[in-house]
């Protein structure tokens, strides 16, 4: 049994196919199916159940993977920071983001920290889901990820940096465009809203926030990502509701597009997710802390 054997494994049962693994790898499905087996003779039991559709781990198989995947990443965490105190400076940061994370929480705290460590390898992915940054961040393949934050998460810390107060996008030329507020319950029970991306943090705390007014939103129009929301409200296709994301325009400035608070709404929270902070890498901690830094003082 060799790490190798492990990793490959611990790929399978997440992937739920070998010739998946086999492609990530670069070779036969044949060789990452000897690595299987190499683990089954070792055990003793038989690790995976063929489906017509893939592969999925038996009881044994499951058992495995979950002491696998903990102990692989914790000695990757180890072998980061032994390269972090051989390299100092150097090394790389590799952080989660949504489609439009960079642009309005963290672009002002890029251009500084690469002038501050131009060494550092900054690696940004791009992860469609909560779930898919914390099982990252688990197999310490990322290091941080920037998230709304939710109910906890075993082996996941979560750290609070801001929170965003909802807004009503519209077009200038709207009705609702001079309001100096809008009431939810009043005002937007039969409206039909631009939806955000329904399977998203941010989208089941809108939903918590109204259903604690009683007030259930409908929506005509579904986008991906925060900024498309916004393009269409601009344009008049729709209203969207929103947070209040760094970097928008304020509410009544010039434009086509205006932005109307709805304070009765509970604010977003939005921060950080690492699996441990104590262990995080010098480069990562300094990225972390620059971006909380830039986010609390344009906040404030």
Not at 70 to 85: K, N, P, Y
Not at 230 to 240: F, P, T
Request: proline share 7%; with cysteine; hydrophobic share 45%.
């Amino acid at each position: 049994m060799t790490l190798d054997d492990l990793r490959v494994f611990v790929a399978v049962c997440r992937a739920g196919s070998l010739s998946s693994v086999a492609r990530q790898l670069g070779c036969t499905q044949s060789a990452v199916s000897q690595h299987v087996k190499r683990l089954e003779r070792e055990t003793g039991v038989a690790l995976l159940e063929r489906q017509p559709r893939g592969v999925v781990p038996t009881q044994a198989g499951r058992v495995l993977e979950a002491a696998a995947a903990e102990g692989i990443s914790g000695l990757d965490l180890a072998l980061r920071q032994l390269r972090d105190l051989v390299d100092g400076e150097s090394g790389y940061v590799r952080v989660a983001t949504g489609a439009t994370t960079v642009r309005h929480f963290m672009s002002e705290a890029v251009v500084a920290y690469r002038r501050r460590h131009p060494r550092v390898n900054l690696e940004f992915r791009t992860v469609s889901s909560g779930r898919g940054s914390f099982d990252a961040l688990t197999d310490g393949t990322l290091d941080l990820a920037w998230i709304t934050l939710g109910p906890p998460v075993r082996g996941i810390e979560q750290r609070p940096v801001v929170e965003l107060p909802w807004v009503l996008a519209v077009r200038a030329d709207d009705p609702l465009a001079r309001r100096p507020y809008v009431d939810v319950g009043a005002d937007l029970r039969d409206v039909r809203l631009i939806r955000l991306p329904p399977n998203s943090a941010s989208a089941a705390h809108l939903d918590a926030a109204c259903a604690e007014l009683g007030v259930r939103l409908t929506h005509d129009t579904s986008v991906a990502d925060w900024d498309t929301a916004l393009l269409l409200a601009e344009l008049g296709v729709g209203r969207a509701v929103l947070p209040a994301l760094p970097g928008l325009p304020v509410p009544g400035g010039d434009g086509d597009l205006r932005l109307i608070p709805l304070p009765a709404l509970r604010p977003l929270p939005v921060g950080w997710a690492v699996r441990r902070w104590d262990a995080l890498s010098p480069p990562a901690r300094a990225f972390a802390h620059l971006v909380e830094s830039h986010r609390r003082a344009g906040q404030g």
